[in-house]
């Protein structure tokens, strides 16, 4: 059977990591799959890409907007390339998926520079092991690609629109120049700088506190403190701080109240925090957000207890740590806080992800088969009940999450997903037996999942994250409307109280609705109120009459009512 499969199938009788075509096929699947074909969703989504809209609608990019309000919680880099990315491919695409497509830009470059820096540390080691193996030798770069694909934590901020993809691009540019330095000091120091300058400008202090350490400790060991690194991280001084200041430099210069409220925001962003529950909180987080990148980390450690001081390892390990300690002793345990730590786990990881013992290997093979088969199948289903109404049940499941949503068949989605499922199972039948099967096929069933998940689903879970509906029904109200045929006081503006910035957004993008703050100059005279709450209370604020109270299909906890004065 083996003969007769198309090359893309085929991982080869050799112990090797998938690659090639095969590889970049399934990079490109899993980056694209989802970033297009639906609305900004409620929270980050629809939060970063009301940054961008605003660029784009005001024309100032150097003070990120939100709704009308200054937005300085990250600096500007990744809304930079998402709206240039909207003026590139705005015309043929969505406004909110052109602007999506940054993500996909850096993700891929994260992807390409991750397995780039593997290669550099697996050259590394087997240099250190005065070992030359023709075959294989860039298995560590590929295994780099593969366990960041198959990482559960990155798999819905990498489809989002979210600025920490640019920091996970940033951080693996930072750690294959740090790789590079004793070899190549040119390239090395350029890497670094770039990493570290376009990381700050990406995310602020985090990718400082992250990176900047592990460049400053490396010339400790021996393997840095050569002529040519010292050579190289100066390089890297003389190309990060040009380069990260320039933004802050420019924020003095034309709005020096921004730099000063930015500034305020990135140091209370890093504060202490304590307490062994906040890590024991961590710890349960990253058992599941850097799964499989974890439990293969722990696993390098320990094969290689004996030679911890080799640069191969001293590079991935330190910078696991200092992003550990970062997370413990700065950070609140969220899983977008943990991103910046599975760039060192993932180079960790692969290095030894290979060399599992063939019992681990069976049963990790075998829990993704089974696992992402059975998901897989569960797609199916729901994908089935949606347009055919069987099973019935299912069917009625779907309806009650999502009220008013009407299915629509889609024969490309539909076909695009039965050839995947196929290619998936003619994977798991006909794969070679290689100490690398259970990271090819757990990243190959993570995609699948995905693929399915959008090209089945999508249509439903957008008609519940999205608030297209709410803004819809909150504009109709705005205007002059029959059923409330009382004469206007006031200005034509909405009050907004305890809105959401991603409701702000979408009233905005979908509607042309600007509201108003509660309790400000401008919001007091304005004859409506728009108020979120997750209260069942029914009680109208004083001097005001409710009009309208809804909700995003399938979200009763969150409720929004829209009053006018009495």
Not at 224 to 234: E, F, Q
Not at 340 to 360: C, E, Q, T, Y
Request: aromatic residues 10%; hydrophobic residues 55%.
């Amino acid at each position: 059977m083996k003969t007769v499969l198309p090359s893309v199938f085929r991982l080869g009788a050799e112990a090797v990591p998938l690659s090639g075509l095969a590889l970049a096929l399934l990079c490109a699947l899993y980056l694209l799959a989802g970033l297009t074909g639906h609305d900004p969703w409620k929270n980050d989504d629809a939060i970063h890409f009301g940054v961008v809209y605003g660029f784009l609608r005001d024309g100032n990019w150097l003070v990120p907007q939100l709704a009308g309000e200054s937005f300085l919680e990250m600096p500007p880099l990744y809304y930079w390339v998402a709206a240039i990315c909207a003026r590139l491919t705005g015309w043929f695409l969505p406004l909110h998926d052109a602007v999506r497509l940054a993500s996909g830009l850096f993700g891929a470059l994260f992807l390409g520079l991750l397995a780039f820096a593997g290669r550099v540390l697996h050259h590394m080691e087997y240099a250190e092991r005065r070992e030359q193996r023709a075959a294989g030798k860039n298995e560590s770069g590929q295994a780099a690609a593969l366990i960041a694909i198959g990482c559960l934590g990155l798999l819905v901020p990498i489809h989002d629109t979210q600025p920490l993809v640019a920091l996970l691009a940033a951080s693996a540019a930072t750690y294959a120049g740090l790789a590079l330095l004793p070899r190549r000091a040119i390239a090395g120091g350029l890497l670094v700088g770039l990493g570290l300058g376009l990381g700050f400008l990406a995310s602020g202090l985090t990718a400082l506190i992250t990176l900047a350490p592990l460049a400053l400790l490396l010339p400790l060991h021996a393997h840095w403190r050569s002529a040519s690194s010292l050579r190289g991280l100066a390089i890297a001084v003389a190309v990060a701080l040009p380069l990260g200041a320039s933004w802050p430099l420019l924020l003095a210069w034309q709005a020096p109240h921004a730099l000063n409220a930015w500034w305020s925001l990135a140091l209370a962003g890093v504060r202490y925090q304590s307490g062994w529950l906040h890590a024991v909180s961590y710890l349960e987080l990253l058992a599941w957000f850097a799964w499989p990148a974890l439990p293969l980390a722990v696993w390098a450690v320990w094969l290689n207890r004996q030679r911890l001081s080799q640069p191969s390892m001293v590079l991935p390990l330190a910078g696991t740590l200092i992003a550990l300690l970062t997370l413990l002793l700065l950070s609140e345990p969220r899983p977008l806080q943990a991103l910046p730590l599975l760039v060192p786990l993932i180079l960790l990881a692969a290095g030894s992800a290979g060399r599992l013992r063939r019992g681990a290997t069976n049963a990790f093979d075998w829990f993704g088969m089974m696992t992402f088969t059975l998901v897989a199948g569960l797609i199916w289903l729901g994908g089935i009940a949606m347009i055919s109404g069987i099973p019935a049940q299912i069917e009625r499941n779907f309806a009650k999450l999502a009220p008013g949503f009407v299915p629509h068949f889609s024969p490309l989605a539909y076909a695009l997903a039965a050839l995947l499922s196929l290619a998936w199972l003619v994977l798991i039948v006909a794969r070679p037996r290689s100490p690398w099967r259970a990271i090819n096929n757990w990243a190959a069933g993570l995609t699948l999942m995905w693929v399915l998940l959008m090209a089945l689903w999508l249509p439903w879970i957008d008609y519940g994250k999205s608030y297209r509906g709410v803004a819809a029904s909150i504009k109709q109200e705005f205007s002059e409307n029959p059923s409330h045929p009382e004469p206007r006081t006031g200005r034509e503006c909405i009050a907004g109280r305890n809105l959401g910035s991603a409701l702000r957004v979408s009233l905005q993008y979908f509607a042309g609705i600007a509201t108003q703050r509660a309790g400000t100059t401008a919001a007091t005279a304005c004859s409506m109120l728009l108020e979120q709450s997750y209260s069942t209370s029914k009680v109208s604020p004083p001097g005001w009459r409710k009009v309208w109270e809804g909700h995003r299909p399938g979200d009763r906890s969150e409720v929004l009512r829209f009053y006018r004065r009495d």
